[in-house]
């Protein structure tokens, strides 16, 4: 029982840490993402020996797909959680200024120019996730080519 108990345990806190050496080999400096690294390989050398045990096969493949399903869902959740809002311009071009009319009454923070083909463009200055999202629908509804820029800090 301790067997399985150690080897159920190990692939969770092992497919945790993977999923977090992955985000931050991508998103952290390099002294953080060594480090990540170095604990990642040296539990996955544990996991490795803990992977010829006497435990049958199916159990060994089903304890390792449930921890893979928890465990990344878990770590992007909280990633998700974590994220802070950037402010996002959204450039849009339209054929109708309702579109921006419709953006205004909903708050969004915008700007309008008529252009000499006989139609818009439309700037959205998006804070928010929410507004982002709205502004997506919006621009959708009314078939917009839009493209979007992530704010940088200086």
């Not at 869902?73 to 200024?97: H, P, S």
């Not at 439309?122 to 080519?145: G, H, M, R, W």
């Amino acid at each position: 029982m301790n067997l399985i108990i150690s080897f159920i345990v190990l692939n969770i806190i092992n497919v945790v840490i993977q999923t977090v050496k992955s985000i931050a080999t991508i998103k952290c400096g390099k002294l953080v993402a060594a480090i990540v690294n170095a604990v990642a390989y040296g539990l996955y050398t544990v996991v490795v020996v803990y992977m010829v045990c006497e435990l049958p096969l199916w159990f060994k493949v089903l304890v390792i797909a449930v921890a893979n399903l928890i465990g990344v869902y878990v770590v992007k959740w909280v990633e998700e959680k974590n994220r802070k809002d950037k402010l996002w311009k959204v450039e849009a071009t339209v054929k109708d200024v309702a579109c921006y009319e419709e953006l205004t009454e909903m708050g969004i923070s915008c700007n309008c120019l008529y252009i000499t083909n006989g139609g818009y463009i439309v700037n959205c200055f998006c804070p928010t996730q929410k507004e982002s999202a709205i502004v997506k629908k919006v621009l959708d509804s009314y078939n917009a080519k839009y493209f979007v820029t992530e704010s940088k800090t200086l």
